[in-house]
């Protein structure tokens, strides 16, 4: 009754997402989000649409028969264009300029209007001369941002009887500008031999914003609304501070109606209070000073427009109800799942969502299942794309109680209707061993509104996204290998290397491993030259080449994560592939004695950026994929070769967001996702046990196969070696010791592309160099019971000695954490 | 203010239509229930992304917002 239970458990949309997988199963998904391009209606868009990479990892772990554990982590980047305001075409919101020679459009959120007597704008040449005619359409205002990281982790704890369950949950969700804290409750009970469930729950979130108001529109938005919540920076920026909270309860029902149906049908409420504000939009109102109207048309207005922040309710209560029919259709031994879903709130938006899937094995462990959505929703009461107002603004001086007391003009809350569809494949390797890809294409469209009435054509957009999810059950996994087979794999782990070593051992005949890696450095603290530590004044005169420094890194961080799958066609070859993951942030600050900004490119437009902000990157990284070849296999000697390649997947054209009329450029190197260019990576590892003694040795290499990669540069050659000695403290838990040395090149080549060098991290001569580290380690694998054959190993690597190519900051160390299982 | 007495009306259905009628399903009838392609939820990684898109994008999503889930200010 697996199944039901799981059904049980997920009412979509009114339970917490509990355990909802199998016992003891793992997942890692890999997820991308890319959205079409706005229509300007007439401008070109400069900017790259939104795009979000994300990745998440979630576990079930079976703690007693009875007290089940979850465990959720996602973390996504995002970066791209972004509505800011909405104005009538002849606002020019977009318009291109190139005072700075650099092409591109800035969002222009400040401006004149010229109206006709029933308020239509009218067109004019765009200096002020009215060319005749009005012009009703409307466009957004685009912004573009820098990458930006979330990061969330959440767990459950349940308790489950035989006829009922229990849960308590929690989780934080932490991005620069905006935390988020949740705990939950839940509950379910079974009636009338399990064909009845009733389930419940409740949950309450704290969050609390902290945004920087976006630098190159600051001067031209009106915070005033918001001064007892702003903080100033010494930068000059301003950051708005809020905070809200979220109670919620929801009730679910789920019946099996006959033995190939069943329904499902739940409501829930949530009850919101604080700041709901999106931050970052403004919206546009058009002044109508009585005084100025020696500039209007005849019969008509003449409008300043200004760009407020925008104003909702601090109060939100949300009410919404579903109902889900799942048929089992015995002919095709498929599912046909129908969802309806309505949503009520008091800001006057009602929304209907209808979902509808299939779901068809098609044999030898394939599955396809089609599904379609639509959604249809009101616009809120306040929502407007712009405002007119009667009244002067003098800087900053007008009468606020003459405008709505809410006001928004974000799409989100128009009215409108997204017809989405897609399709997920799924594959079933060996009992236990799922891989789904799943990709949906998603159109949002005024016109696609339930009864018609919605927003304009200009608010339309379009998004598709891809996925991919690795599920490892291993309690169906145990319970499909024989009892020899799992003794063998204990064996072969028993003599483990240190969790930084990759390529250290081979799986016999069709053995199959899959595994996670993570990997974590940090530098921090002073810079270097060389070995030598340096003061500021150095590295402003020459840690730049030619030119002065303006900016150092103060601290680097690095998460890498990756999947490491293994599989062994013969005793003497292994094929292994290794997809990554990985996000990157940095904090700068100013370097003492640096010249003035207006010396700095762009007259240093970007450093207040760089030094308040720190820049973050994200996204998938290069794909590995190898060939393990063994050479000997002596008894307690072990030697195998390995040769490589890594597929650059990875983005290196990374850009910072525009400021100030002036370009971003492209994020510096060492922030850039993969090496750009094609890589060889052999290696050769020996490796030898005795007793409870192990130990071992490598030697590998990284030869990049490309001149340069797409944007202009190719980084350093890698050459490693490392050694080490193990030592079994038990039967279960080893610890290790090992020495690396590490030589890097510099970067050859550079950017063919803008970059803004403001610092030692943009000249390719300041990376590489000479590392020694010494790494300790402990190895851990589970004897017996459900996990029995799983391994971890965690190892922290020490720096020692660096000797840096140019001017470096200094390394802190870095932390190496593996698991595996092999069957 | 939510009008109490309306949004409970409107909400009836939800809470009654469970109790349509149900027969009796021995649990040696439940094979079919049991698939995995019958559970409720068969990819629950990929339906967590895909609530997160919507709802980064959607009004409509609050009601469940019990799982933190972020700002979605873009």
């Given at each position: ?6 059904a ?20 890692v998904?890999?997820g ?5 391009e706005?229509?300007l ?28 554990f ?30 700075d020679?650099?092409t ?16 239509n704008?009218?067109r ?32 459950k ?8 369950a ?9 991005e ?59 930068e ?8 809200r ?7 679910g ?21 604080g ?9 546009e ?28 309710p ?9 109902l ?21 709130d ?13 779901a ?28 007119v ?9 007008f ?47 005024g ?18 996204t ?10 169906a ?16 782990h ?28 940090s530098?921090?603290?002073d ?45 003497w070859?292994?094929?292994?592939v ?37 820049h ?6 290069d ?28 983005d ?14 492209l994020?510096?190197?060492?922030m ?11 290696s ?22 490309e ?28 610890a ?71 001017y ?11 698991w595996?299982?092999?069957? | ?18 109790l ?7 649990p ?9 392609h ?37």
């Amino acid at each position: 009754m697996q199944a039901l239970t799981a059904a049980a458990l997920t009412l979509p949309g009114l339970m917490l997402p509990p355990a909802q997988a199998a016992d003891e199963e793992f997942g890692v998904q890999y997820g991308h989000y890319q959205e079409g391009e706005r229509e300007l209606f007439g401008v070109e868009s400069k900017f790259r649409p939104i795009e979000v990479d994300s990745l998440q990892g979630s576990g079930n772990i079976k703690i007693t028969d009875r007290v089940k554990f979850n465990f959720n982590y996602t973390q996504d980047t995002w970066s791209g264009a972004t509505p800011v305001a909405t104005a009538p075409l002849d606002m020019r919101g977009n318009r291109t300029v190139s005072p700075d020679v650099v092409t591109g459009a800035t969002p222009i959120i400040n401006g004149e209007l010229f109206f006709d007597s029933q308020l239509n704008p009218l067109r004019t040449d765009g200096f002020g001369a009215l060319v005749g005619g009005t012009d009703s359409q409307l466009v957004h205002t685009l912004s573009s941002a820098s990458p930006e990281t979330r990061k969330q982790g959440s767990f459950k704890l349940g308790y489950e009887w035989d006829e009922a369950a229990a849960d308590v949950g929690g989780g934080i969700s932490l991005e620069d500008d905006y935390e988020s804290r949740f705990v939950n409750l839940g509950g379910r009970l079974d009636f009338n031999q399990k064909l009845t469930t009733l389930s419940g729950g409740l949950s309450y979130t704290s969050s609390d914003t902290k945004a920087r108001m976006d630098h190159d529109i600051l001067p031209y938005v009106d915070t005033g609304n918001y001064d007892s919540q702003i903080e100033r920076t010494g930068e000059g920026g301003k950051i708005i501070h809020g905070d809200r909270k979220d109670w919620g309860a929801h009730l679910g029902f789920s019946q099996v109606l006959n033995k190939n149906a069943l329904i499902e049908t739940g409501i829930g409420y949530t009850y919101s209070h604080g700041y709901m504000e999106n931050p970052y939009k403004v919206v546009e109102v058009a002044f109508i000073d009585p005084e100025q109207q020696f500039r209007a048309p005849v019969d008509g207005y003449f409008a300043n427009v200004q760009a407020l922040l925008e104003q909702r309710p601090n109060v939100r209560h949300q009410l919404n109800g579903n109902l889900g029919y799942k048929q089992y259709i015995e002919a095709f031994d498929a599912a046909l799942h129908f969802n309806y879903r309505y949503y009520h709130d008091d800001w006057g938006i009602n929304a209907h969502t209808f979902e509808s899937d299939w779901a068809q094995p098609l044999g030898h462990g394939w599955s396809v299942t089609p599904r379609i959505r639509y959604y249809s929703q009101d616009a809120a009461d306040f929502y407007i794309p712009y405002l007119v107002s009667q009244q002067a603004y003098d800087l900053g001086q007008f009468n606020r109680n003459r405008l709505p007391a809410n006001f928004s003009s974000d799409h989100r809350l128009s009215g409108y209707g997204a017809l989405s569809g897609g399709v997920t494949v799924s594959k079933q390797f060996a009992k236990g061993v799922n891989l789904d890809l799943g990709f949906e294409y998603y159109t949002h469209q005024g016109g696609l509104k339930l009864g018609g009435g919605g927003e304009g054509d200009y608010t339309d957009f379009d998004f598709w996204t891809v996925n991919g999810a690795l599920k490892v059950n291993l309690e169906a996994l145990v319970s499909s290998s024989d009892h020899s087979s799992h003794a063998h794999h204990q064996h072969q782990h028993g003599a483990m290397a240190p969790a930084g070593v990759m390529f250290d051992h081979m799986l016999s005949k069709d053995g199959f491993m899959v595994g996670y890696r993570y990997m974590y450095s940090s530098q921090g603290g002073d810079m270097l030259h060389g070995s030598n530590l340096v003061g500021d004044q150095t590295i402003v005169a020459n840690g730049c080449g030619p030119n002065s420094c303006f900016v150092k890194p103060n601290s680097m961080a690095m998460h890498m994560h990756m999947l490491d799958i293994m599989y062994a066609p013969t005793d003497w070859l292994n094929l292994m592939v290794m997809p990554q993951f990985m996000d990157m942030s940095m904090t700068m600050r100013r370097l003492n004695g640096a010249p003035p900004d207006s010396e700095a490119p762009d007259d240093g437009v970007h450093i207040p950026h760089h030094v308040e902000n720190g820049h973050e990157t994200g996204g998938i990284s290069d794909m590995g994929v190898y060939a393990l070849f063994k050479v000997l296999d002596a008894g307690h000697h072990h030697l195998h070769m390995g040769l490589g390649l890594s597929i650059p997947f990875g983005d290196v054209d990374i850009e910072l967001r525009r400021n100030h009329k002036a370009e971003g450029g492209l994020i510096h190197y060492g922030m850039q996702l993969g090496s750009g260019t094609l890589d060889f990576k052999p290696s050769v590892t020996y490796t030898g046990n005795y007793d409870s003694w192990s130990w071992g040795a490598q030697l590998n290499g990284t030869k990049r196969l490309e001149k340069s990669g797409e944007t202009g540069y190719r980084l350093g050659d890698i050459f490693q070696t490392t050694a080490w000695g193990g030592y079994n403290l038990t039967h279960w838990l080893s610890a290790n010791v090992r020495g690396v040395y590490t030589v890097q090149g510099a970067i050859d080549g550079q950017f063919n592309q803008y970059i803004d060098q403001l610092g030692p991290m943009d000249y390719p001569n300041n990376y590489g160099g000479r590392f020694w580290d010494v790494g300790f380690g402990l190895n851990a694998t589970v004897p017996g019971g459900d996990l029995a054959g799983n391994t971890l190993g965690v190892e922290w690597l020490q720096p020692v000695g660096t000797d840096y190519n140019g001017y470096q900051l200094d390394r802190d160390g870095s932390l190496s954490a593996t698991w595996h299982y092999a069957f | 203010m939510l009008n109490t007495r309306k949004a409970l009306l409107a909400f009836l259905p939800f809470l009654t239509a469970g109790l349509l009628g149900c027969a009796e399903v021995a649990p040696w009838e439940r094979g079919n229930l049991a698939k995995p392609h019958m559970a409720l939820e068969p990819y629950p990684m990929q339906s967590t992304l895909r609530a997160h898109n919507y709802s980064s994008r959607e009004a409509a999503a609050g009601g469940n917002a019990a799982e933190g889930g972020g700002c979605g200010c873009y």
